[in-house]
């Protein structure tokens, strides 16, 4: 198993269904209970040791999600209110050394994503026009937003088997 994708990359080719899309909602609103579960035992020696030799500690991925899934979640709203906006990207490396993330405990992330979470769900449980698109200005692609739930949902699980699989 290669530690840095422990699940694989997402890959999804073709027309995504509603059953696709609902089962990518759904991971995405069971990703915080079961990323409390992964880490709510552990001390905070191992939540300083990294998942792998040369990644990120197990407190740097758990905030990390948070500002991933938050990013998303503005980049969903974009999409939802504006024609085919130019999103912003982040320097997600660098944020991970920030001292919100190497020293604020990671309660504080699990609560924030827990919170997102139920609004993001809400949100994708809606009645929306998932085809309405951002574009991400580093790689010039224009991205769906069906698409996006299954990238995310694909995030959050690639994350948690980081942990799991320490």
Do not use: C
Not at 134 to 160: C, K, Q
């Amino acid at each position: 198993m290669d530690k840095r994708y422990p699940i694989g990359m997402f890959e999804y080719e073709g027309e995504i269904s509603k059953k696709d899309r609902e089962q990518w909602i759904e991971e995405i609103a069971q990703l915080p209970g079961k990323l409390r579960n992964a880490v709510e035992h552990l001390s905070d020696d191992e939540l300083n040791q990294p998942y792998r030799e040369g990644g990120w500690t197990i407190r740097q991925v758990v905030h990390h999600i948070a500002d991933s899934h938050m990013n998303a979640y503005i980049r969903f709203k974009l999409a939802l209110t504006e024609t085919n906006p130019t999103i912003k990207p982040y320097k997600e490396a660098e944020w991970a050394n920030l001292p919100d993330v190497t020293t604020t405990p990671i309660e504080v992330s699990l609560s924030l994503i827990e919170a997102l979470h139920t609004r993001w769900v809400f949100l994708l449980r809606s009645d929306l026009d998932f085809s309405r698109t951002f574009i991400h200005p580093e790689s010039g692609s224009v991205n769906r937003l069906d698409y996006t739930i299954g990238m995310y949902a694909w995030h959050g699980n690639h994350h948690l088997a980081h942990i799991l699989h320490r």
